[in-house]
């Protein structure tokens, strides 16, 4: 039995070695480059429009076909975009309380101890400006700049 143990063992070693690179990739993310863009059914524009979405609005990227991108957003639908309304500009939307009037807090550094310059609510598209420890620099529209936690953000 232990002779037969340590090879098995060793197999599914390498193995999960082997595949722990492929399971870490991220995911492409795009946003969106202008104001009132339709996500649609399908790739074309005779398909059926799901959503209009605005500037900056995150989206993870599923599939490309031809000029169109399969995409899901940060509640999980499922649609399509053309490709010359996405951009590579990375974007943050909060994600937590949703149903709620809580808003989450938009700090002037990357902590709990730093000052509250802003608040924003469920749905609100930030721009991503930096990263650091779990904490992400964000720009509002309205040009307010300061810091959240990355763990109340969906995006890139």
Known sequence: MKHIFFPLFLLLAFFLFSVAPVLSVHAEMLSI???EINMRSGPGTKYRVLWTLGQGFPL?????TGDWYRVRDFEGTIGWVQRDVVTNTPHMIV???KNTRKQINIRSGPGTSYQVV???HYGVVLKTLEQKNGWVKVQHEQG???WVQRNLLWGW
């Open 60 to 64: 993870e990227v599923l599939k490309r």
């Open 33 to 35: 480059s202008g104001n």
């Open 118 to 120: 802003a608040k924003a």
């Open 144 to 146: 307010i700049t300061g």
């Open 95 to 97: 994600k937590t309380n």
